[in-house]
């Protein structure tokens, strides 16, 4: 009977989609994880005090001097670090079709501000280097590494604008000389929260609101909670850091994970560890993202250029203060607590690159590789796909329509006339000028094409109570997955064989029931009347 009434269980089977990860999973211990220190656990004392360094009591006339400093003490670190994909800005990458290309933000092109070439002196305020204005900046001088802009503890570094990624005038390089240490997140944010020109322009769950988050926020750095900094995450040896940005590489590997902490098993229920077997942590985990700002879910570059009838620019911004409108970029369009798009996901990926003819519109800047049937003999990578949670960013961007290929405009300048968009508000002259720079063609005939670029989540993971449940996916209603149709997900959908069986089934089981336990009425009665 016990068999029997578990079965019916599984068919009626309504109960199973009401639960949440709260109900199927009742921990109410400290989770069991591996390679982290809890916070009550690590140590307070810091690195060395560099304020008593004798090298460092000096009054630095440039900041070639402070990498000179430093590197006089910290031997082969500057080896270590012009290894680095963050030095060079690219990293050989082996593309599906495309064999081992340089890949990386020197020469990827995005549906943000495009693409950095002809306009580095003002993109590189985020590379970690002095001087790279233009194609000939030198990777191979170790002076031109900049330190502070990572071990900055003192809250005063900051880089100038269209300086070429050397110090604002205003920054004390003495005294933050002095005031050193780990990496926080201050560091790393003031490029990855700031990426594309604006605070959650481009991720969608890293921004400003991760310096000091609540828990609905992120629970991994919580103030009031284990107050992580992204080195715990993105460990780091001889400079290397662990984790790759999946809009910006393709092969699956040196990558940062949940599992490397909470490892394959996280859950005391089963049930949903074996979900963790083909569903990537982040799909029940981060329900929502742009939590704490809004982020840019849509740039149209083809309406930028638009004056006022004095021929100034024109800035427009909604209620939150994000831009509608700018004449240099166009139009966008923002949103907060954005549901994800779920998609099969390998850790793979490809790259629509400047050279590479338009095939599809929307024109794919990366596509994420997998699907469901991605696993075992089929698996073509190191572990079966996943469904991940992604944000899509939607553009609008120039493209030549004779030789179907994307342009890298010029964008930036500091004077007018030199063919840089932003200043002289002309197509033609930024097309030519960019691709020109890039000793690319340019037939003289362009347009505005649609382009889509996905980028997956990892950050702004929710509280356990704010996971998923059952019902948010295992449902024919507005379910989660419903765009993932090429898989049968049970409560989702529905197939007529099945459904026959499983009702026959059912109504064989209840009549067996039925028949049952009237016969044994039937007997006990005759029983007692023998």
């Not at 662990?242 to 599992?259: F, I, M, P, Q, V």
């Given at each position: ?16 989609t ?35 360094f ?49 890949l ?48 900055d ?45 604006g ?40 400079h ?64 930028a250029?638009?004056l ?85 960013h ?25 063919s ?94 039925f ?15 023998h």
């Amino acid at each position: 009977m016990k068999y029997i009434s578990f079965l019916i269980l599984l068919f009626l089977g309504s109960g199973f989609t009401n639960l949440s990860a709260e109900e199927t999973d009742s921990v109410s211990v400290k989770l069991n994880v591996q390679n982290y220190t809890w916070k009550a656990d690590r140590k307070t004392s810091s690195i060395a005090d560099h304020s008593s360094f004798e090298i460092l009591q000096q009054d630095f006339e440039n900041a070639h001097q402070v990498t000179e400093a430093c590197i006089s003490c910290h031997t082969k670190r500057d080896e270590e670090i012009m290894a680095t994909s963050h030095w060079n800005w690219e990293r050989t990458e082996l593309l599906e079709g495309k064999g081992e290309v340089p890949l990386g933000k020197k020469n990827i092109l995005n549906n943000f501000c495009i693409g950095i070439s002809g306009s580095e002196a003002t993109c590189t305020r985020c590379h970690i280097g002095y001087g790279w204005k233009d194609k000939e900046f030198d990777f191979d001088e170790p002076l031109n590494i900049d330190c502070l802009v990572c071990h900055d503890n003192s809250g005063t570094y900051e880089k100038g604008k269209g300086a070429a990624g050397y110090p604002a005038e205003h920054v004390n390089l003495s005294y933050v000389a002095r005031h050193v240490g780990t990496p926080k997140r201050e560091n790393c944010g003031v490029c990855h929260f700031w990426g594309g020109g604006g605070n959650n322009v481009k991720h969608g769950d890293l921004e400003i609101s991760l310096l000091e988050p609540s828990k609905k926020i992120d629970v991994h750095m919580a103030v009031e909670g284990e107050d992580m900094n992204c080195v715990d995450c993105h460990k780091t040896e001889n400079h290397q850091m662990a984790g790759k940005l999946y809009a910006l590489s393709s092969e699956n590997k040196n990558r940062a994970t949940c599992e490397q902490c909470h490892t394959a098993e996280p859950h005391t229920n089963r049930l949903l560890n074996e979900h963790n077997i083909r569903v990537a942590c982040q799909t029940c985990h981060i329900p929502t993202y742009a939590k704490g700002n809004s982020t840019k879910m849509v740039w149209d570059w083809s309406t930028a250029g638009r004056l006022d009838d004095d021929g100034n620019q024109i800035h427009e911004s909604d209620a939150d203060g994000n831009h509608n409108y700018l004449s240099i970029k166009g139009t966008f369009v923002y949103d907060d607590h954005v549901v994800p798009e779920y998609y099969w996901f390998n850790g793979i990926a490809n790259h629509q690159l400047i050279t590479d003819k338009i095939d599809t519109v929307p024109v794919q800047m990366n596509s994420l590789a997998g699907s469901y049937k991605d696993k075992g003999a089929n698996q073509k990578s190191t572990s079966p796909s996943k469904i991940w949670p992604v944000k899509v960013h939607r553009g609008k961007q120039i493209y030549d329509t004779e030789y179907n290929t994307l342009i890298q405009p010029k964008l930036w300048s500091t004077e007018s006339g030199d063919s840089a968009y932003w200043v002289d508000f002309n197509w033609d002259e930024s097309a030519a000028a960019g691709m020109k720079y890039l000793g690319l063609p340019y037939s003289g005939h362009y347009d505005f094409v649609e382009t889509e670029m996905y980028w997956p989540l990892n950050h702004m993971v929710a509280p356990k109570e704010q996971s998923l449940n059952c019902k948010d996916c295992h449902t024919r209603n507005n379910s989660r997955l419903a765009g993932l149709d090429d898989f049968y997900l049970p409560g989702r959908d529905q197939n007529k064989f099945l459904d026959i069986s499983g009702f026959s089934m059912l109504a064989f089981i209840l009549l067996f029931v039925f028949a049952h336990g009237s016969l044994r009425l039937l007997t006990r009665k005759n029983k007692k009347e023998h």
